[in-house]
């Protein structure tokens, strides 16, 4: 069983910057592919970016390419640096795990956090 927990959301500006952090209890994330995801209000959950933790292969949501950045950090945590945030990157940030390769849809993941606010003013 995988335990996860995201902090660093909260309220910023448009151009402005947070950071998302996933930390992982109950086992480590070797061999385990970390996404985040994202969902607004009356929308679907959305892929935006996934890591194989052991590869440290990324991937991302054409939306985020280029502002977002996933990267593995130590003691099992996996971070999502987010730059020049738009308003249209308001949702509730979910960090989720699976074992095995990473997928770009919400359905593979087996294990969820408890999701942070991020909201963006104009």
């Known amino acids: 069983q995988v335990r996860l927990v995201e902090s660093g959301g909260g309220l910023v500006q448009a151009g402005d910057s947070l950071r998302l952090s996933c930390a992982a209890s109950g086992r480590a994330f070797n061999g385990y592919a970390v996404g985040w995801f994202r969902q607004a209000p009356g929308k679907e959950r959305d892929f935006v970016a996934a890591i194989r933790y052991s590869s440290s292969s990324t991937y991302y949501a054409d939306s985020v390419k280029g502002r977002f950045t996933i990267s593995r950090d130590a003691a099992n945590t996996v971070s999502l640096q987010m730059n020049s945030l738009k308003p249209e990157d308001t949702a509730v940030y979910y960090c989720?795990?699976?074992?095995?390769?990473?997928?770009?849809?919400?359905?593979?993941?087996?294990?969820w956090g408890q999701g942070t606010q991020v909201t963006v003013s104009s």
């Open positions: 989720a795990a699976r074992n095995g390769l990473a997928y770009l849809t919400h359905r593979y993941y087996d294990f």
